[in-house]
Structure formats: structure tokens, C-alpha cells
């Protein structure tokens, strides 16, 4: 079983940055792919972000390339996004995830956070 927090969320303006993290425990933390995904009102939950094990392969949804990173510190069993240039199209509930295989499929992680809020103002 892990255990998943995300922080970070909040108000910010357009062009304006974020960093969110999600703490995770239980298992072995390290021995999971995470991931984040995110969900806007009266849309579907969305990947966003996915990093391997180690740390050192990452992969990105093609609306936040170059914009957002994602990184992890499996020491402190840290994960963290962040989140540059933010534009209103970017507002949704973020979602931090852990799953037993490389996966950008929401359906493919068995862990989740509760999810924290980010709003993007024009």
C-alpha cells in the first residue's frame, strides 16, 4: 500500500509558476513509476507527466512540454512538478499517482492522491 499527498496547489496568474510535490510512503516508494494526471471541471482526468524509477527517464503530455518538470527525490520519497509559463487552460485538480509499470493511462496506476487545486488566472 502507498500513501499519496500532493501540496502546491493555489492561485496564480498567467505566465506565472507553480511547484507542487506529493510525499508518498508506505511500500518501497522507490520501486514505483509516479505520475501526475489532472482533471479540469466537465473534463476527463488527464496524463500529464510520468517519471521512472530511478528518476532519469521522464516523459510529458504534449500541451505541457517544455513547460513543466518533473522530478523526484528518493530520498525524502518526494515527488515534484514544476510548473512555468502556467496559462488558464492549465487550471485543473492535479493528481499525483504510483504505478508498478511505465504507464500514461490513468487506469495503469493503483495509487492516488487526493488531489490539489490549481487556478490559472487570465
Known amino acids: 500500500q502507498v500513501q499519496l499527498v500532493e501540496s502546491g496547489g493555489g492561485l496564480v496568474q498567467a505566465g506565472g509558476s507553480l511547484l507542487l510535490s506529493c510525499a508518498a510512503s508506505g511500500r518501497t516508494v522507490s520501486t514505483y513509476i509516479m505520475g501526475w494526471f489532472r482533471q479540469a471541471p466537465g473534463k476527463e482526468r488527464e496524463f500529464v507527466a510520468v517519471i521512472s524509477r530511478s528518476g532519469g527517464r521522464t516523459y510529458y503530455a504534449d500541451s505541457v512540454q517544455g513547460r513543466f518538470t518533473l522530478s523526484r527525490d528518493l530520498a525524502k520519497n518526494l515527488v515534484y512538478l514544476q510548473m512555468n509559463s502556467l496559462k488558464p487552460e492549465d487550471t485543473a485538480v492535479y493528481y499525483c499517482?504510483?504505478?508498478?509499470?511505465?504507464?500514461?493511462?490513468?487506469?495503469?496506476?493503483?495509487?492516488w492522491g487526493q488531489g490539489t487545486q490549481v487556478t490559472v488566472s487570465s
Open positions: 499517482a504510483a504505478a508498478d509499470h511505465w504507464a500514461t493511462v490513468q487506469y495503469d496506476y493503483a495509487f
